[in-house]
């Protein structure tokens, strides 16, 4: 997953940006809301962490910003602001989720998984496809009652390509997801995690498939 931290407490900041990368995560910091308006006109992101009190503005109209031209990223607000009515007026605003700081991370970790599996439909953390099961939660993939680990950029490519099963994603695109841009990375990456993946998908009847040109797909029989 790519996520988008815009927060200006530089400590918190480092802080989430390392939690979030330790579980596999590509993250994207801004310090202010003109540095966040060009890091999504240049890419796309899972999810947003966006503080209110940013030193060019106020993270509500900026969200408000985003609501009315369209862009329906997941957003969960992180703010020091506790009172009920501020809570109310960041998710009348399209907020997914409100964080009040302090906060603990794993908190944080738990808060934005729930988002994500509300935004794509499941109750809970594991999909089922086929003959095998995923859970990223576990970071485990379960073949035929044979559970094998996933390291954690195996398994955050593992959920953009079993997110969209059938679906072609070119290497561009995998890297997008996959990776941040303070992070230097070829395309040569992803061919590394897909090989590793699909030994890790031996004995399913799921493949990845090589589109030859395009990029690669999960498929099923």
Not at 5 to 21: G, T
Not at 49 to 54: K, M, P
């Amino acid at each position: 997953m790519r996520y988008l931290l815009i927060e200006d407490a530089v400590d918190l900041a480092q802080s989430v940006k390392e939690l979030l990368r330790l579980g596999g995560h590509a993250v994207d910091w801004s310090a202010s809301l003109a540095e966040a308006g060009d890091c999504l006109a240049g890419a796309s992101y899972d999810l947003i962490l966006l503080d209110i009190a940013l030193p060019d503005g106020d993270g509500r109209q900026f969200l408000s910003q985003l609501r009315r031209q369209g862009n329906a990223t997941p957003v969960i607000i992180m703010t020091a602001r506790s009172a009920v009515s501020d809570r109310i007026d960041a998710l009348d605003g399209g907020a997914d989720d409100y964080l009040t700081k302090p906060f603990d991370p794993a908190e944080l970790e738990a808060r934005a998984r729930a988002v994500l599996r509300r935004r794509g439909g499941a109750a809970s953390s594991t999909r089922q496809l086929a003959d095998l099961s995923f859970d990223p939660l576990t970071a485990t993939l379960t073949v035929a009652g044979s559970q094998r680990e996933l390291r954690n950029r195996e398994m955050r490519l593992f959920e953009v390509l079993i997110g969209a099963p059938n679906c072609i994603f070119s290497k561009d695109q995998l890297c997008d997801r996959l990776f941040s841009f303070a992070e230097s990375v070829t395309e040569n990456a992803i061919e590394v995690y897909v090989a590793r993946l699909r030994r890790k998908l031996e004995g399913s009847c799921v493949r990845i498939e090589t589109v030859r040109g395009l990029g690669y797909r999960l498929t099923l029989p």
